[in-house]
């Protein structure tokens, strides 16, 4: 299984993104997606995880701007980021979790400049 995400660059404070992450081959049954961020000199934190039933949730810190949404026949996780922020500066990864193992995508960098 490899994940590939996608959709990261360099913004303004103020400005929005979309993040991708697609899954190909052969995943059993997906319990959960998440989105985790890893800034310069920090450790990799956890940002948000749906769940196969659809179940959302959000670190406090980017809720009310951070959406995490998911399309089960592409297998992709989707992030959009608004009213993004100089703190949401990291690589963001992407992690899928199917019923035996999760999976880590190589991530993708998000640089949010005031």
């Known amino acids: 299984v490899q994940l590939q995400a996608s959709g990261g660059g360099l913004v303004q404070a103020g400005e929005s993104l979309r993040l991708s992450c697609t899954a190909s081959?052969?995943?059993?049954?997906?319990?959960?997606m998440s989105w985790y961020r890893q800034a310069p000199g920090k450790q990799r934190e956890w940002v948000t995880t749906i769940t196969g039933s659809g179940t959302t949730e959000y670190v406090d810190s980017v809720k009310g701007r951070f959406t995490i949404s998911k399309d089960n026949a592409k297998n992709t996780v989707y992030l959009q980021m608004n009213s993004l922020e100089p703190e949401d500066t990291a690589v963001y990864y992407c992690k899928i979790l199917d019923r035996f193992n999760d999976y880590w995508g190589k991530g993708t960098q998000v640089t949010v400049s005031s």
């Open positions: 081959g052969r995943l059993s049954s997906i319990n959960a």
